[in-house]
């Protein structure tokens, strides 16, 4: 997928939890790419991609039976039209395009915002990830609560990652989570169910359910 992206002319990098779990001597589930070709470049450069998301658009490109999600550089200026948000914070549009740079910024935790460029062998680190990834420790890109308002589901995945990689949670990136548990109530059924199957079908699902108790995160899923 990158050869090809390369070959039309656009960036490709390797990012996210392949480049963690690779650099981590780990079998990565799933390979993410970014480039800073949009949707619809991508979409007509390979056969039988598909365009999928409403809040922001992904294509997943399908390579025998492997799906690669390929993704557009996430850029920060707010635009009306293309970032919408609820009154929460919640981000319920975020079509918003950048650069390498930006979409580094715009990754959820730092030890996600690696990118590998399989053109030169480089690893690339905007955010200090490589040495959080080396101390163990999960740390949250930017202000905490206000990601966690972004998008709620990001408190989820922190624990989730903390179980699944036997990770310490950074003190400011677990501290609002207890206060902002309500914010789940405002995410999807559809969305919350997949959250929940990967919160407890992933091989840590005792490590992951004391953590969700430790945070008062339980109530937010199972209220019976």
Do not use: W
């Not at 050869?3 to 001597?25: F, I, P, S, T």
């Not at 658009?57 to 996430?74: L, S």
């Not at 009306?80 to 910024?105: C, F, H, P, W």
């Not at 589901?153 to 206060?179: C, D, H, N, W, Y």
């Amino acid at each position: 997928v990158m050869r090809q992206l390369h070959d039309a002319n656009y960036e490709a990098y390797l990012v996210g939890g392949g480049v963690r779990d690779l650099l981590l001597k780990a079998s990565p589930k799933d390979f993410d790419v970014a480039t800073n070709a949009t949707p619809e470049e991508v979409r007509r450069l390979f056969r039988g991609a598909r365009i999928i998301g409403r809040r922001f658009q992904i294509v997943h490109v399908r390579m025998g039976r492997e799906i690669i999600e390929v993704t557009t550089f996430r850029g920060q200026e707010e635009n009306t039209q293309k970032q919408i948000r609820s009154d929460d914070g919640m981000l319920l549009r975020d079509n918003v395009y950048g650069t390498l740079e930006t979409d580094a910024e715009r990754r959820d935790f730092t030890v996600n915002a690696l990118y590998y460029n399989a053109k030169d062998f480089t690893l690339i680190d905007y955010c200090g990830g490589l040495r959080d990834l080396q101390k163990r420790r999960l740390r949250i890109i930017g202000d905490p609560a206000t990601r966690y308002k972004e998008d709620p589901v990001r408190m989820l995945r922190a624990l989730r990652f903390a179980a699944k990689l036997g990770f310490s949670i950074e003190e400011k990136t677990a501290a609002p989570i207890r206060q902002l548990g309500p914010l789940l109530n405002n995410v999807s059924e559809a969305r919350m169910f997949e959250e929940i199957l990967k919160l407890f079908l992933g091989g840590s699902a005792t490590a992951t359910f004391n953590l969700i108790r430790d945070y008062d995160i339980v109530q937010h899923l199972f209220p019976g």
